[in-house]
Every structure is written in structure tokens, then in C-alpha cells.
């Protein structure tokens, strides 16, 4: 356990900062997945839940918050990121493995393009990183998998 070094920010992160990394998070999870599956994978009855927490009018509760996973791996990057932690899942899933292959070919050929004048710009940056980032929990998998059978896990 590292409770004594230095890992999350000085100042603790505040509820309203917090509730405006939640809707940032949110505000990018929604669209990709579709608010009403997103809902619905959260154990939602409807998508006001979201709708106030994307529009930063509500902070929902705790397991709301973390339910979010349940509708996309990445649904809480942006709050995570602001402790200093990222998040992974424990154990790869093979079935996905096509899908993660394919989106991560999708967005090295953006990156490749995005180099054509040999450089990339920060639209470019953010436009690779919008393709990638959905397909980094199951890369990490992959690695983690990978560790526990060499045994370094």
C-alpha cells in the first residue's frame, strides 16, 4: 500500500471540480455510446441522470458514478486523471480482441495521415486520442494478461 507517498494531487479535488470532470467525462462517453444504452447499462430508468450530470445541474450518487463503467471503460478517465490514476480492467477480454485490433489500425491510420506534412498539430493530436482512447482498457488487458503469464503481475 502507497498511502504514504505522493501519488494524488496537494489540494483535494473539490465537488464542483469534480462534478465538471464528471460531465466532461460523460459529455464524451454519451455520444459514442448512445445516452439511452448508456442509461440503461447504468441501471438507469431514464436518461435524466445524465442529462443532469453532463449538464453539471446534479452529482449523482457514488455507485451511479462508478455504474458508468458498465457503459464504456473509459466513462471515468477524466475524473481519474485529475487524482493522478488511470483505470484497467482486470483481466483482458478475448472476444474483443478483433474490435480492438481494428479500432487501434483505425487510428494509427489517422496518426499516419496526420503526418502526411510531417507533423502533427494539436487537432490532429486530439483527433488520434479520440479514436485511441476507447481501445486503451483493452490493450492494457492485453498487457496485464500478458505480465500475470510471465509472472510478473
Keep these: ?23 466532461q467525462a460523460w459529455g464524451r462517453v ?25 449538464t453539471a445541474a446534479n ?13 464504456c471503460p473509459t466513462a471515468l478517465d477524466e475524473v481519474l486523471r485529475e487524482f493522478g490514476f488511470c483505470l484497467r480492467p482486470l483481466s483482458a477480454e478475448a472476444a474483443n480482441d478483433l474490435t480492438t485490433a481494428a479500432g487501434v489500425i483505425s487510428a494509427m491510420g489517422e496518426l499516419v ?16 486520442a479520440q479514436l485511441l482512447r476507447p481501445y486503451m482498457p483493452a490493450l492494457q488487458g492485453i498487457l496485464a494478461q500478458a505480465d500475470e503469464l510471465r509472472g510478473a503481475a
Design 113 to 128: 495521415r496526420a503526418m502526411d506534412d510531417g507533423r502533427r498539430d494539436h487537432n490532429e493530436t486530439l483527433a488520434v
Design 59 to 71: 452529482l449523482p450518487e457514488a455507485h451511479t458514478v462508478f455504474n458508468s463503467l458498465f457503459a
Design 1 to 23: 500500500m502507497h498511502c504514504g507517498k505522493q501519488v494524488c494531487p496537494s489540494v483535494p479535488v473539490t465537488k464542483d471540480k469534480f462534478q465538471r470532470l464528471l460531465a
Design 30 to 54: 454519451w455520444p459514442v455510446v448512445g445516452k439511452g444504452s448508456m442509461a440503461q447499462k447504468m441501471g438507469l430508468d431514464s436518461t435524466k441522470t445524465i442529462d443532469r450530470a453532463v
